[in-house]
């Protein structure tokens, strides 16, 4: 009976010092709780926007707003080149593939005004810096053509042709005779139209849509953060057309020789311009050196 009794009471003990130590580490549970509560919840709440694919992208693609969305992460799971706003994405470049939620990292695009460096540091190459809906064409220009070859890359010029004329008719009883004038009409064939390249050196900028300047209502002409150094020794232009405009320039350059005339920056107005032919400019009754 005694016996009996011992163990109850041991047991008795054991339970009470089992409760104690139950409600110890319930105390320090909360304890623990409610001090690591505060940076739990900064943690949960520690986020940070970032710019990911919606899609798969290869290279070489001209990134629109439906191609990345922003999604906010943990700030410790954004990659410190990431994007956090898709604004800065519009109308970049890849570089480099891209899959489908991927961050979007400064590495992997090629900003429209290379405020992100290209890969190795490396000259852009001349198909990211043509601007949207428009081609690249190649003029042939010579310093006497290319205003004294002081045009580079970024400025904006007005095309000149010199064109030579055959007139048809000439003899009233032979509707097939002709005869031929030399450099006989200029025309404007361009105007305000974009410098891409000057022989091999490429803008260091493509310039987006033009903007309001704010001060005269027009638009104003993007200018480049770092211009080239002049090259009179420059054999060709490149300049940014539409494709309509890179056919009347390609036809252009075949039928005549080509000059270009800079324009003061933001100048962007396009006047009628007559063209002129060169008896207004060298009239009929200019007196002979050799005499009557």
Known sequence: MRNRVGGGRGNKAILLVGLFLGLVSAVLVYVYLSQGGGDGEASATATRPVVVATQDMSARVRITAEMVEVKSLAENAVHPDAFSSTDELTDMVT?????EGEQILTSKVAATAREVPWP???ELPLSY???PDQRALSVQVSEVTGAGGLILPGDFVDVIGVF???FYGI???DPTSSEEFDDYVAVTVLQNVQVLAVAQ???ESLPGESEDDGTTGEESQPVLPNPADPNPDATNVT????PADAQKLALAEEMGVLKLSLRPVGETDESTVPAII????LPSNLPSPFGR
């Open 95 to 99: 570089t480099l593939p891209i899959t």
């Open 120 to 122: 190795g540091d490396e």
């Open 129 to 131: 810096v043509v601007p």
């Open 164 to 166: 030579d004329v055959t």
């Open 171 to 173: 003899k009233e009883d």
């Open 201 to 203: 050196e490429v803008a």
């Open 239 to 242: 300049l940014a057309v539409t």
């Open 278 to 281: 060169n008896p207004e400019i």
